[in-house]
């Protein structure tokens, strides 16, 4: 008879057999698993044969979020981490590496342009920031000398500016780059940029593929050799996503359609009708006839998320009013979510620009980005109304003559 301890770890780890398959996946919570024997540990762990060994390698739940991933993006493969941040370094340093060039838009996420910057720039890696809804930069900057990796957002932020992923997809190959997109304003069932020629699209999955603000994840999908290549990357910098995250991800992404139809709604309805308001000076949603990239848009879209964004004429003062007014929003500075959230890109996301440098990247004053959540209609239709007399009556008079 073996002691206590001995009997109680045995009898712990003992999981049932199921003959049934279970409706959802299930929390594969293990770091990891027993082979047969030790040559099936040794090619399970060298990978000449299919399994698990150990969950920063690989972990049932998380592979069933890839393989979701893939299906969705229309990709070959995928691979999942920890966070969105985790996603785009592993895509960038599979493709590049000390002594390469990347040429990006200049107007990617915040910690995207400071990993370019402060963290690859470091490791030797030179980036070129380019205007990407102009053509000749970009193809000026890729002539420039050999680029590794074109880079680019499908939605910027907070400008709302479409990328037209056939014409820079066309560009990178044709400079011999590899084109790699950030789809995370959009999400896969708006768009996928795969379909339009890019090499590897990258997701932020804490936003609209998790969709609840409750757990972070990224993703990259892409043809089968290169998420080999991410994927060895992945394993030896460890920013593995956990099996409970994982399924929080899977329990998201089985209504990413349906919700992203009711964030595109409400998120149209509210932009069409702020268009129509005093003190508005201009709005920014994909659906608007009045988006610059309206054309763009009904090629490559289908619908459109909750993202928008519009300037008030008053300025900080009148867009700071605006959010302290709000009832419905929380103060916070995310996006993708069940919950509406807006956020004033001049004092938050871009405080590090003064009013020249912002007005050059097409952020005026009095910008504000919104993220509509599933909230009813009506009840952001009344808040945003109150918000805007809080914002008019916040605007410093002018000047009499
Ligand atoms: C949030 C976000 C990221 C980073 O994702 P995390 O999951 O927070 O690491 C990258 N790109 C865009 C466009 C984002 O909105």
Redesign the pocket.
């Known amino acids: 008879m073996t002691g206590f301890s001995t009997r109680a770890i045995r009898a712990s780890a003992r999981a049932p057999r199921v003959d049934q398959d279970p409706t959802s996946v299930p929390i594969y919570q293990t770091a990891t698993f027993a082979s047969e024997d030790a040559d099936e540990l040794d090619a399970v762990l060298l990978g000449s044969q299919p399994g698990y060994a150990y969950s920063r390698l690989d972990n049932p739940t998380t592979t069933a979020l890839a393989d979701a991933i893939a299906e969705l993006e229309g990709a070959e493969a995928a691979h999942i981490f920890g966070?969105?941040?985790?996603?785009?370094h592993a895509a960038l340093v599979a493709l590049a590496g000390a002594g390469d060039r990347i040429v990006a838009s200049n107007a990617?996420?915040g910690?995207?342009q400071s990993l370019l910057v402060n963290v690859l720039g470091r490791l030797g890696i030179r980036t070129d920031f380019v205007d990407a809804t102009d053509r000749d930069a970009i193809a000026a900057a890729l002539a420039d000398g050999p680029a590794r990796i074109l880079y680019a957002?499908t939605l910027s932020?907070p400008t709302m500016i479409v990328a037209d992923h056939g014409a820079l997809a066309g560009l990178a190959h044709t400079y011999g780059a590899a084109y790699i997109v950030?789809n995370?304003?959009a999400s896969p069932y708006v768009c996928r940029p795969l379909e339009h020629g890019a090499d590897l699209v990258?997701e932020?999955?804490?936003?609209y593929i998790g969709g609840h603000s409750d757990v972070?994840?990224?993703t990259v999908a892409g043809r089968a050799e290169l998420i080999a290549e991410v994927r060895r990357v992945q394993i030896d910098t460890g920013a593995a996503l956990a099996p409970l995250a994982a399924f929080l991800v899977l329990r998201g992404l089985a209504t990413l359609g349906v919700r992203l139809d009711r964030h595109a709604a409400t998120s149209a309805a509210l932009a069409g009708w702020l268009e129509r308001q005093d003190g508005v000076r201009q709005v920014r949603h994909p659906l608007l006839p009045s988006h610059p990239g309206s054309d763009i848009v009904a090629r490559q879209f289908h619908g459109a998320s909750g993202m928008f964004a519009f300037e008030l004429d008053g300025g900080r003062t009148a867009a700071r009013a605006f959010i302290d007014a709000l009832q419905i929003p929380a103060r916070t500075a995310?996006?993708?979510s069940i919950h509406t959230m807006v956020v004033h890109p001049p004092s938050t996301t871009h405080r590090q620009l003064d009013d020249t440098a912002l007005a050059a990247a097409g952020i005026g004053p009095g910008l504000l980005r919104c993220s509509i959540g599933l909230e009813d209609t009506d009840d952001l239709l009344a808040d945003f109304a109150a918000g805007l007399e809080a914002a008019r009556g916040a605007t410093p008079a002018p000047a009499s003559a």
Request: hydrophobic share 40%; net charge negative.
């Open positions: 966070s969105g941040m985790a996603a785009i990617v996420y910690s995207t957002e932020n950030d995370t304003f990258v932020s999955a804490t936003k972070l994840a990224g995310s996006l993708g």
